[in-house]
């Protein structure tokens, strides 16, 4: 009964509560329309915007169909930009006028803006209120015509020391800030109101107002004058097209250094070069090398390209904090001041790094930025080809640094080590949306795409591939092109058909592993030789491949033979016959890209036992690779691999093969061999290193090695050595110490929990100007929960440290031997790899991921991740391609150690 009245009197009261929404609604609907009628006679425009038909509206980032449609649509873009910049801002304000042609006014136009402000807002004189969706702006068709549009606008955008398009660094030592911008891949409209695509190229128009005290500097050249209250007004003349990404300025109390020697005038370089520069760096600075270096570079591709260089002049400025070794934008190329400038006497490793940093820049002024990928899924054809015209311009500048050798040894291991997992991808990348676009660069793109390159080269021979090259460049001059309109060229000027070459080598992922089998008859003569290629992932594909075999017999004698093998293997008919071989190595000159392995126990007994005497540096450099990777695939014991290294260490003189040995044998010893197997071999690592020190033959290796005796230190002796160093009681010679290296071994000793360490840490503090970043990363090795809690805090900050401190400082956090301080973050690092990628700049993510399961090698730490990989079933697809890496190595080790203790 109760029931029954109170479902009656519920009835009642639901139909009196309809009859008052409807009445309140009708009221609702007048009260609008008279509030819609006030806010037309208040409006500036004639007529109020009529309502955009409602649609989901775009997604966030830039879209691959949103970037389509707009290129249908959009052509001849202009921008015009001011800034006004301040000392002490927490954000930059400006104003843009943008101006563009459309094709047709049929439908709303998205623009791309993610900033703190934006107003004023005008479309062909009418004032818009902005509509924003995630971070577009949209643009009403009503307002928009065909033909010519306008439109102009206020905006403001955050400034911080990390995490925004415009960075500010500043300078403990002195107070100055100094302001620059990085806007790659697609971060520009976070700065300023734009079509945020490399493929809409627009023209831009620069002002700057700046501190009287600043200079700046941006893409196009510049004039100054001052302002009626003194400040100044830095005008700039408007670029030929370019894509957003490559819009710069930087700005502070830099010191401007012209270089004197002018261009010559055959080359489109009409402006001498300047180097923007802090003053505590100039005496250091080496400018003369560093302008030769620029001015050679252009001289020699301006002749291999057949194309002047394109943008009038080519200013470099040394930005303090700046995150990657350098970023080519057109007419200013941005570098990490520390990459160019030593505060201490250079290794030739670091020579080495400069000059191929350098070559790579300047080699993106024509690809990159004369002719620029459509799409970011094409970033090979900027970064792939800038590493190999960089190589090829160290060849043919610096030829005493054996430029493909060099190629063989420090570009193509990063590409293997990615392309051996289920973490590669194929070069051309397929991309939806640029907000992912920072997952698409790496080694593949780095590494691989130029060794494929130079295989390609070797294929079609060196004039028809660089007329190809030329070919390309004139054809899509200041335009956008994809990789398929290169190869057309190539194609064309070498009458080859590259399209089964581009199906494996362009698109698909992964590599061969390269081996060459012998049968042998009975009586020392080979029955049968032949080349084998297999699938490094176990798909069951066969590559193109073009490559020489190194032959060597038991009386001394070598043979060369060339070898095509499309398939899956390719008999060797000139090795019929022949004696049975001491050792066969493939791909002896490195020209080939493929994973080298010495299947036959006569040819790793070999190399174990001669490589010392291996004459020829560059067969010396490949068949050391291939007896390290012969040992990741577990066909060679690691432990006789690390005493070939032990060995080598004690009289290998060139600095980049001794840095190779000393990081396969650290890694052999930390990751692969059980803890009782490495810990004799670790103390007799020191004592070799320790040994070099002293070494008169050893000058030009002497500091790298004792940055590897820092991070292998652990036994008393090796510790006091370091410390007598740091105290000036133990001289060395040829060896003067730089602040970086003097913080390294106080790092050791902090790690090590050395008596004093503490006080050489505040001493050094003392002792001069841009140290906070070395004492912060020296500190991370500090072997205590609370030490390793307090940085993984600071990890999370977006504000401070600046973000290149803090990748620098993952190898201390996970100095070696510290694997149960740094386990317990090991999940903590993959529930931030989201956040890393939202937040992070573009190499961020790999390098977190790697040193955070790079520091590992336990099952514990596996058990770890799988675990955490089973609860995260979602993770994007980009995430856990740049995890599979670090977590096939991961893996390996495991395996590689298991087998190792059972073998005991």
């Known amino acids: 009964m109760g029931v029954e009245v109170a479902a009656v009197a519920a009835g009642t009261d639901r139909k009196k509560t309809r009859d008052l929404s409807r009445t309140l609604l009708r009221m609702m609907r007048a009260l609008l329309l008279v509030a819609v009628l006030l806010l037309q006679g208040c409006s500036m425009s004639d007529e109020p915007d009529p309502p955009s038909p409602p649609t989901a509206g775009p997604a966030a980032g830039i879209d691959l169909e949103l970037a389509r449609e707009r290129e249908r649509r959009v052509r001849e873009v202009q921008y015009a930009l001011s800034f006004d910049l301040q000392k002490g801002m927490a954000s930059v304000a400006g104003t843009i006028e943008l101006t563009f042609e459309l094709a047709d006014a049929d439908a709303d136009l998205v623009l791309d803006f993610d900033g703190e402000e934006l107003r004023d807002l005008r479309i062909n004189g009418t004032e818009v209120t902005p509509r924003q969706i995630e971070n577009h702006v949209i643009l009403p068709a009503a307002r928009l015509k065909k033909g010519l549009n306008i439109l102009g606008a206020r905006f403001r955008s955050r400034v911080a020391a990390t995490g925004t398009p415009l960075t500010v660094y500043k300078d403990a030592s002195d107070g100055a800030e100094y302001l620059y911008t990085l806007v790659v891949p697609a971060d520009a409209h976070r700065l300023f109101p734009c079509f945020d695509q490399p493929g809409l190229k627009g023209r831009f128009r620069l002002e700057l107002t700046t501190p009287p005290d600043w200079v700046a500097v941006g893409n196009g050249k510049e004039t100054v004058a001052h302002t009626a209250d003194g400040r100044k007004r830095w005008t700039y003349l408007t670029t030929p097209p370019l894509p957003t990404y490559l819009f710069a300025f930087a700005a502070g109390p830099f010191t401007i250094v012209t270089d004197a020697t002018p261009p010559t005038p055959e080359s489109g370089l009409t402006d001498s070069m300047r180097l923007f520069v802090r003053a505590s760096k100039l005496e250091r600075m080496d400018r003369d090398a560093l302008f030769g270096l620029h001015r ?242 176990g798909e069951d594909r066969s590559w193109p491949l073009r490559l020489n075999v190194l032959v060597g017999f038991a009386d001394g004698s070598r043979k060369i033979v060339s070898v095509t093998c499309d398939d899956a293997s390719a008999d060797i008919a000139e090795l019929q016959g022949q004696p049975t071989p001491a050792f066969v190595l493939p791909n002896p000159d490195g020209v080939c890209y493929g994973q080298v392995v010495l299947k036959d126990a006569r040819s790793r007994g070999h190399f174990s036992s001669q490589l010392g005497a291996e004459s020829d540096p560059m067969v010396k450099a490949a068949a050391f690779s291939a007896l390290w990777d012969t040992v990741k695939i577990g066909l060679h014991p690691p432990a006789r691999f690390a005493d070939t290294c032990l060995q080598l260490l004690e009289t290998e003189r060139d600095p980049q093969t001794h840095a190779s040995l000393a990081s396969a044998l650290l890694t052999t010893l930390r990751r692969y061999l059980p803890p009782e197997q490495a810990a004799g071999r670790r103390r007799r690592t020191a004592g070799v290193l320790t040994q070099l020190l002293g070494e008169p033959w050893a000058a030009s290796i002497r500091l790298q090695v004792l940055r590897r005796l820092a991070g292998v230190s652990n036994d008393d002796d090796s510790l006091r050595l370091l410390e007598g160093i740091l105290d000036g009681k133990v001289e060395v010679p040829d060896l003067a110490l730089g602040s970086r290296d003097r913080f390294l071994l106080v790092a050791a000793l902090l790690a090590n929990q050395r008596d004093g360490a503490l006080a050489r840490l505040e001493q050094l503090e003392q002792g001069g100007q841009d140290l906070a970043r070395w004492t912060y990363l020296a500190r991370a090795a500090i072997p205590t929960p609370e030490n390793k809690a307090t940085y993984w805090s600071t990890y999370l900050e977006l504000e401070t440290p600046p973000e290149q401190w803090v990748q620098g400082s993952l190898g201390y956090f996970h100095w070696p031997n510290q694997e149960s301080l740094t386990l317990p973050y090991l999940k903590r690092a993959l529930d931030q790899a989201e956040w890393v990628k939202q937040n992070r700049k573009i190499f961020f993510m790999p390098a977190w991921l790697e040193a955070f399961l790079g520091a590992h090698s336990s099952k514990e730490a596996l058990d770890i991740v799988d675990t955490w990989l089973r609860e995260h079933p979602d993770l994007p697809p980009d995430i856990r391609r740049k995890l599979d890496v670090p977590l096939h190595e991961l893996r390996r080790a495991v395996r590689i150690r298991t087998a190792g203790s059972a073998s005991r």
């Open 296 to 537: 050679r570079s252009v001289d020699v591709e301006e002749e291999y390209f057949g194309y002047p260089y394109p943008f009038k002049k080519l200013d470099s400025v040394l930005c303090p904090g700046f995150p990657y070794g350098g970023m080519e934008h057109a007419g200013a190329i941005f570098y990490r001041e520390s990459a160019l400038v030593f505060d201490h006497d250079p290794t030739e490793l670091e020579l080495l790094r400069r000059s191929s940093l350098i070559y790579h820049e300047v080699s993106h002024q024509w690809f990159g930025n004369l002719v620029t990928m459509r799409w970011f899924d094409d970033l090979w054809l900027k970064e792939g080809f800038a590493t190999f015209v960089g190589y090829r311009v160290l060849d043919q500048l610096e030829p005493e640094r054996k430029a493909w050798m060099r190629f063989h040894q420090r570009v193509k291991p990063s590409a293997f080590r990615i392309d051996v997992t289920d973490g590669t991808t194929p070069i051309w990348q397929k991309l939806q949306n640029l907000a992912d676009a920072k997952s698409a660069y790496g080694p593949i793109v780095y590494n691989k795409a130029p060794a494929v390159l130079r295989e390609l080269e070797n294929r079609l021979g060196a004039d028809a591939f660089r007329n190809g090259v030329r070919a390309f460049l004139k054809r899509f001059e200041f335009r956008n092109a994809t990789w398929r309109d290169l190869l057309e060229n190539l194609a064309s000027a070498s009458g080859e058909d590259l399209g089964p070459w581009s199906e494996r080598w362009i698109l698909d992922r992964g590599m061969p592993r390269i081996s060459v089998e012998i049968e042998e008859d009975g009586q020392g003569r080979i029955a049968r030789a032949r080349l084998v290629q297999t699938d490094v992932l």
